[in-house]
DNA sequence: AATAACCTTGACGTACGCGTTAATGTCGCA
DNA sequence: TGCGACATTAACGCGTACGTCAAGGTTATT
C-alpha cells in the first residue's frame, strides 16, 4: 500500500465519491457484494469514471448500511428489502423534483406511498421487539432456574463437607 | 381424511407421543425439516414405534419452537443452533439423573455450562433489542417528515383553490 | 385381505447469498 | 512507459436449509 488513489476530484461536483474498494472497507461488505446488490437491484447503478470505475456517493453507503442492518436484525431476504428500499428512492426523487414542482398530487402520492411503507416497517420492527423481549423474559426465568440448582447443589456440598 | 391414528397410547408411559405428522401440523414446520434437523443433530433420534415410525415428545415440540425462533428472531445458523440447544439437553440430563445422584461436581460444571450459554443468549438478545430499538427510532422519525411534508403540500394545494 | 392414510429411507433438486478464480483493463506515480 | 495497486466482467462453485420425488413399508379400519 505504497500510494492510494483516492478519487475526491470529481468533474462537476464537490462530493466526496468512493471507489469500490473504499466502500467495501467501510461497509464491511466485499467488492462482490456490492456488485451482486446491484445485479439484484438494491442498490441503483453508480455513477464511473472514464475508465469504467464504479463511483460511489455517501448515500450509496447508508444505503449499503441500511440494507445490511435489515438483513442482520430483521432477517429478510434481498427481494424483501429490495421492496424496502424503493421507498427510499422517493425521497431522493422528491429532493430531486423539488424545485422542478412537478406534479403535486403525484408527489404526495409518492409520499403516502413511502409513508405506507415505513409504517410497515415500523410494524415489523414492533412484533420483532415484542418477540424478543419475550425470549429475554423467558432466559432470564431460566437463569434464575439455574442459579438455583447451582445454590441447592452447593448447598448439599456444604452439608457433606461438615458431616 | 377419514380415520385418523392417532398414536396416544404408549406401552410403558402414559405421556401422549406423537407422530411426525402431527409434530409437524403443530409446530408449522415441514416433515422434511424434522428428519432434516435429527441429521443435523438439533433433535435427538427420537423413539420409534415397532414398524419404524417416529414418536416425538412434548419436549421435542417445544425444542423444534425453539430452533425456529432462535432462527427467525435472532437470524443464527443451525449450525449456532445446535451449539445452543446442546445446553439444553443439560436440563434433560439433569432431571434424568437427579435420583441417580451422579458425580455432584459433574452437575455443577454443566450446570455452569447451561448457564454460561444462556447467559450469552440473553447478551446477544439484549444487542438486537437494542439495535431494534434504534431502528425504531429512525423510522419514526422518518414518519415525522413524512406527515410533515405531505401537510406541507396540503396547505399548498389549500391555498391554491382559494386563489 | 384390501384399502386409505400415514410413514420410511434414499437421492436428486433448488433458491439464496454470496466466494472464487480467470483474464483483462485502468489509474497514478516514477 | 512501466510498474503496482486497484478495478472490470464472466462464469463457475459452494454452503445453508430445506423441497420434491420415488419406491416402498406400516397402521388401523372394513
Known amino acids: 500500500m505504497t500510494h492510494r488513489r483516492t478519487p475526491d476530484e470529481q468533474p462537476e461536483t464537490s462530493e ?9 472497507e467501510r461497509t464491511g461488505v466485499t467488492q462482490r457484494t456490492l456488485r ?12 464511473r469514471l472514464e475508465g469504467g470505475f464504479r463511483l460511489y456517493s455517501e448515500d450509496d453507503v447508508q444505503r449499503v448500511e441500511q440494507i445490511r442492518r435489515l438483513q442482520t436484525l430483521l432477517g429478510f431476504t434481498l427481494a424483501d428489502i429490495k421492496e424496502m428500499v424503493e421507498a427510499e428512492e422517493v425521497k431522493s426523487q422528491i429532493r430531486a423534483e ?54 441447592q447443589l452447593d448447598e448439599k456440598a456444604a452439608a457433606g463437607s461438615r458431616s
Open 16 to 24: 466526496a465519491y468512493l471507489q469500490i474498494g473504499e466502500v467495501a
Open 36 to 47: 451482486f446488490y446491484e445485479e439484484k437491484g438494491l442498490l441503483k447503478p453508480p455513477s
Open 98 to 151: 423539488y424545485r422542478k414542482d412537478a406534479d403535486i398530487t403525484d408527489r404526495r402520492a409518492k409520499l403516502s406511498r413511502a409513508q405506507e411503507v415505513t409504517e410497515r416497517q415500523v410494524a415489523v420492527v414492533e412484533q420483532k421487539l415484542a418477540a424478543l423481549e419475550e425470549m429475554r423474559a423467558n432466559l432470564q426465568q431460566k437463569l434464575e432456574n439455574y442459579r438455583n440448582w447451582i445454590a
